[in-house]
């Protein structure tokens, strides 16, 4: 059975500083929050574990971890799947926080239709060939003159760009958010027991104390 996230992260014993701690040998007893999941290359690799999902909605990591799992705190695998680390940068904002955030931004609900930036479209010769790729940003005069080999003459095109609005600019931003990678359900323990090996610690170092705990180095004796 899957476990909650900090379930699988190691143990590390700190020395207590607490004010009643009077033995200089006593310790603290923690999670190492620096010890950070992660699923082996050779297997993130593998793309017959995975497929691919767009994020619905207002859906969180666990809405989507109980639509896939069942189990909703599985909402970690999800992010570590996409190496996730600052949800509210890299996962898509709910339409409220995404109307808050806009206002903020841009004062307005009125600002959100001006311009952002404009755009090119994509302008062919007579012959098919493409002379202008759409989708570079450019200035709003922008214009192209160019040799269409197709009937021998130059032609200047002045009709050549589009306006993205500030709308239309940040909600493309998070629609790319919305694209993720999903472990697939009948690969899960496989994945769970890859990432749960890369997070038990190795022996050899002083630290060492088991696969799952490292004790600090001890500085009150050195006081």
Excluded: C
């Amino acid at each position: 059975m899957a476990l909650p996230y900090f379930r699988y992260v190691p143990k590390f014993e700190y020395v207590s500083r607490l004010p009643d701690s009077k033995n200089i040998g006593d310790y603290l007893e923690v999670k190492n929050l620096f010890r950070r999941a992660k699923i082996s290359d050779d297997l993130f690799q593998n793309i017959n574990f995975f497929t691919k999902y767009s994020i619905v909605g207002d859906e969180r990591p666990d809405n989507v971890a109980y639509k896939f799992y069942d189990e909703p705190y599985l909402d970690w695998l999800v992010l570590t799947v996409n190496n996730i680390i600052n949800l509210e940068d890299e996962w898509p904002l709910s339409q409220q926080s995404f109307y808050n955030y806009m206002v903020s931004k841009y004062g307005s609900e009125t600002a959100f239709n001006n311009p952002h930036h404009y755009e090119t479209i994509q302008i062919k010769d007579s012959l098919g060939n493409v002379i202008l790729k759409k989708g570079l940003e450019v200035s709003s005069d922008y214009s192209i003159t160019y040799f269409d080999s197709g009937n021998s003459q130059m032609v200047i095109n002045t009709n050549v760009t589009v306006m993205v609005t500030n709308y239309e600019y940040e909600d493309a931003i998070q629609d790319k958010k919305r694209n993720i990678f999903i472990a697939k359900p009948q690969y899960i323990s496989q994945i769970l027991e890859n990432m749960e090996q890369g997070l038990l610690y190795k022996e050899g170092s002083t630290e060492y104390i088991s696969d799952e705990v490292m004790r600090a180095a001890n500085i009150r004796l050195y006081q």
